[in-house]
């Protein structure tokens, strides 16, 4: 079964309101999670670390005042796209490293619509 | 993390191995190479990695060439769910399991 799960997994929102991606490790704790973005017939591109009890890390380009991250415990981190435009319609994904394995899980994805 | 080379697609045969194959000549000494794979509109689920031995799992075997510039998954016996993209990947030792530089991958279609 799943070990990472992601919610929603689809989500149409008007442009200009915000919306809230939850990430949750659902039989371990995760101090790390990852955030990633891919639009249509591209690959994942990383976003962000997130970190819990700190603040995430972002990659290179990445709007942190747009893509506002929480890693409020070691279960769970929140992506939340503030301000959303059509631009920012894509598929959201999460993973978590579990403990001392060898991989990272990763949730099921978020696709997000922006009308 | 050194750079990978994959075939943007490839067909297989429904029962018979698919051969997926990734080219990393800048591998250095302590990356590993991964392999993942994504279903459509689904996250990546990770299939086998290896340093330099030969690897086997249920799922695929992952053979390393001696000189470790290039690598090639077997799905011994492929079905119709083994249609995705296959990412190979390749990450340096002691760095985070879920920090991941994905290439474009190999779009793999397995036929009936």
């Known amino acids: 079964g799943a070990v990472v799960s992601q919610h929603p997994s689809r989500v149409i929102c008007k442009s200009g309101t915000s919306v809230k991606i939850e990430c949750r490790s659902l039989?371990?704790?995760?101090?790390?999670m990852f955030w990633y973005r891919q639009f249509p017939k591209k690959s994942l591109m990383l976003m962000a670390t997130s970190n819990e009890g700190s603040k995430a890390t972002y990659e290179q380009g990445v709007e942190k005042d747009k893509f506002l991250i929480n890693h409020a415990s070691l279960t769970l981190s929140t992506l939340t796209v503030t301000s959303a435009h059509p631009e920012d319609s894509s598929f959201y994904i999460c993973?978590?490293?579990?403990?001392?394995?060898?991989?990272?899980?990763f949730g099921q994805g978020t696709r997000l619509t922006v009308v | 993390d050194a750079k990978t080379t994959q075939p943007p697609s490839m067909d297989c045969a429904e029962g018979r191995a698919a051969n997926l194959p990734c080219n990393h000549s800048t591998i250095s000494g302590n990356e590993y190479v991964y392999w993942y794979r994504q279903i459509h509109s689904q996250g990546p689920q990770y299939i086998i990695h290896g340093l330099k031995n030969n690897e086997t799992n249920e799922m695929a075997s992952l053979i390393i060439t001696e000189d470790r510039k290039s690598s090639t998954l077997i799905l011994p016996h492929a079905t119709l769910r083994d249609t995705a993209v296959y990412y190979c990947i390749v990450r340096a030792g002691g760095t985070s399991y879920g920090k991941l530089t994905f290439g474009q991958g190999t779009i793999l279609t397995v036929h009936p």
């Open positions: 039989d371990f704790q995760a101090t790390t």
């Open positions: 993973s978590a490293p579990r403990g001392t394995g060898v991989s990272a899980f």
